[in-house]
């Protein structure tokens, strides 16, 4: 299958604003579709602007590179192309990180025919570390759209072609019921896949198993020898390569660069600085702590998940359905949370004494949602309610996940993790 065939959900936030006085900023990890957004922004243009030129780039390019070497060197490149400044002209750069000073560069682009109307420019990057270098010549010159690895709702509808895609309300159970009793075999078996192999799009989309291991080996190999290696410059490859499979064993837990530090036998100054690379790589996410009272409740280290569960696979070579664990379901869990709510939203909850929820979820009324993972079924809620009962008025929802019950007790609902991607709440 094609994996044009995969609707994303982030083309609807992107449409509107072409042929805008804006540059669009389309960023994300390598491999998660980026480039096949691009194309199909392209056919959106060449359909609704029709009179309208385009040119395309790929800026990781080597013969590319002269074309960057200044401003004069791109207008004449692009004159040659479409006639510009003649015209309109929608001007794509693949992987525009690897632009010399690239921020300052688009920025004197921009602002040499903001009025005139006549250009918009449209970049993809895949380093945030870059492209926030990049950000403060571009303030109020960009939006930035992120793109994500398939999510499992996307995944889902696009096996499931003929789904409604309308989210489920959490206050209408019958709809939740009837939903899942009518997808619930295939919900269980594509979560274990997407459990298992993650989100890539040429992994998803590959139907043999060993061909979907080797695209996946393949993506995690260019990552540190492309990205890591050549681009970001890290010279202790093997150190990285030890802490990446180090936290890809400890998701869902707090980070400790003290003891990353010891066991890798390389400085705490280097473990935060890889850290910050796989986070801006958009390898990792970390997770801080939520308080209501600093001195009393606060543990300071943050919680750490992939942002691809197949890296999870990748680094323990553990391909099988039946080791899923309640960690990795956990982590499913979060990448549900992070589709629908920005990160900075999404915290977590543990007391000195050691009292933990997984998920603290603000909301924009100013209270907050409690989620916690219990993939394993042992249901019990006892963290909700003492924090509940702490918080009175704080809390809107309480939700505990679980592998395949739905129902509600007194004031908890409890949602099967197959089912949390497609409830609003």
Same mark, same amino acid.
């Given at each position: 299958m094609? $994996?044009k065939?995969?609707?994303?959900?982030?083309?609807?936030?992107? #449409?509107?604003?072409?042929?805008?006085e804006?540059?669009?900023?389309?960023?994300?990890?390598?491999?998660?579709?980026?480039?096949?957004?691009?194309?199909q922004?392209?056919?959106?243009? @060449?359909?609704?602007?029709?009179?309208?030129?385009?040119?395309?780039?790929?800026?990781?390019?080597?013969?590319?590179?002269?074309?960057?070497?200044?401003?004069?060197a791109?207008?004449n490149?692009?004159?040659?192309?479409?006639?510009?400044?003649?015209g309109f002209?929608?001007?794509?750069?693949?992987?525009?990180?690897?632009?010399?000073?690239?921020?300052?560069f688009?920025k004197?682009i921009?602002d040499k025919?903001?009025?005139?109307?006549?250009?918009?420019? =449209?970049?993809?990057?895949?380093?945030?570390?870059?492209i926030?270098?990049?950000?403060?010549?571009?303030?109020? *010159?960009?939006? @930035?759209?992120?793109?994500? *690895?398939?999510?499992?709702?996307?995944?889902?509808?696009?096996? @499931?072609?003929t789904i409604?895609?309308?989210?489920?309300?959490?206050? %209408?159970?019958?709809e939740?019921e009837?939903?899942?009793n009518?997808?619930?075999?295939?919900?269980?078996?594509?979560?274990?896949?997407?459990?298992?192999?993650?989100?890539?799009?040429?992994?998803l989309?590959?139907?043999?198993? *060993?061909?979907?291991? =080797?695209?996946?080996?393949? $993506?995690?190999?260019?990552?540190?020898e492309?990205?890591?290696?050549?681009?970001?410059?890290?010279?202790n490859?093997?150190?990285?390569?030890?802490?990446?499979r180090i936290l890809?064993?400890?998701i869902?837990?707090?980070?400790?660069?003290?003891?990353?530090?010891?066991?890798l036998?390389i400085?705490?100054?280097?473990?935060?600085?890889?850290?910050? $690379?796989?986070?801006?790589?958009? =390898?990792?996410? *970390?997770?801080? /702590?939520?308080?209501? %009272?600093?001195?009393k409740e606060?543990?300071?280290?943050?919680? =750490?998940?992939?942002?691809?569960l197949?890296?999870k696979?990748?680094?323990?070579r553990?391909w %099988?359905f039946d080791?899923?664990s309640?960690?990795?379901?956990?982590n499913?869990?979060?990448l549900?949370l992070?589709t629908?709510?920005?990160?900075?939203? $999404?915290l977590f909850?543990?007391?000195?004494?050691?009292?933990?929820?997984d998920f603290?979820?603000?909301?924009?009324?100013s209270?907050?949602?409690?989620?916690?993972?219990?993939?394993?079924?042992?249901?019990?809620?006892?963290a909700?309610?003492?924090?509940?009962?702490?918080?009175? %008025?704080l809390?809107?929802?309480?939700i505990?996940?679980?592998k395949?019950?739905?129902?509600?007790?007194?004031?908890?609902?409890?949602? /099967?993790?197959?089912?949390?991607p497609? #409830?609003k709440?």
């Amino acid at each position: 299958m094609s $994996i044009k065939l995969i609707k994303r959900d982030i083309l609807d936030e992107i #449409v509107p604003w072409l042929g805008k006085e804006k540059i669009l900023i389309i960023k994300g990890a390598r491999q998660v579709g980026k480039t096949t957004i691009l194309r199909q922004l392209k056919k959106h243009i @060449e359909k609704k602007f029709p009179n309208d030129k385009l040119v395309y780039i790929v800026a990781d390019d080597l013969e590319n590179q002269p074309i960057f070497s200044s401003r004069r060197a791109l207008e004449n490149y692009i004159s040659r192309k479409t006639g510009f400044p003649e015209g309109f002209t929608f001007l794509f750069i693949d992987e525009f990180q690897y632009i010399s000073q690239a921020g300052q560069f688009l920025k004197n682009i921009f602002d040499k025919y903001k009025d005139q109307k006549n250009l918009q420019i =449209i970049v993809s990057g895949s380093s945030s570390l870059e492209i926030t270098k990049n950000q403060e010549f571009l303030t109020g *010159r960009a939006l @930035e759209f992120m793109v994500e *690895r398939i999510s499992f709702k996307e995944f889902f509808v696009w096996k @499931e072609q003929t789904i409604n895609k309308t989210m489920l309300s959490l206050n %209408n159970f019958e709809e939740l019921e009837l939903f899942y009793n009518n997808f619930k075999i295939s919900l269980e078996n594509l979560l274990n896949e997407y459990l298992i192999f993650g989100g890539y799009p040429e992994v998803l989309t590959t139907k043999m198993e *060993r061909e979907k291991k =080797i695209i996946l080996s393949s $993506i995690i190999k260019t990552y540190l020898e492309k990205d890591v290696v050549n681009f970001l410059r890290v010279e202790n490859v093997s150190a990285f390569n030890g802490m990446l499979r180090i936290l890809s064993e400890q998701i869902g837990n707090m980070v400790n660069i003290s003891k990353l530090s010891d066991d890798l036998g390389i400085s705490a100054e280097t473990v935060r600085k890889y850290l910050d $690379i796989m986070e801006g790589t958009y =390898i990792f996410k *970390r997770v801080l /702590p939520y308080h209501k %009272n600093i001195r009393k409740e606060i543990v300071k280290m943050p919680k =750490i998940y992939l942002l691809d569960l197949g890296i999870k696979s990748y680094f323990s070579r553990s391909w %099988n359905f039946d080791n899923v664990s309640g960690e990795m379901a956990e982590n499913f869990v979060y990448l549900s949370l992070k589709t629908k709510i920005e990160n900075d939203d $999404i915290l977590f909850y543990r007391t000195k004494m050691g009292t933990e929820i997984d998920f603290v979820v603000k909301t924009d009324d100013s209270k907050i949602n409690l989620i916690e993972s219990k993939y394993r079924n042992h249901l019990r809620a006892n963290a909700l309610k003492s924090f509940k009962n702490k918080y009175p %008025n704080l809390v809107k929802y309480s939700i505990v996940i679980t592998k395949n019950i739905l129902k509600k007790k007194e004031d908890i609902y409890y949602i /099967p993790a197959t089912l949390l991607p497609f #409830v609003k709440y």
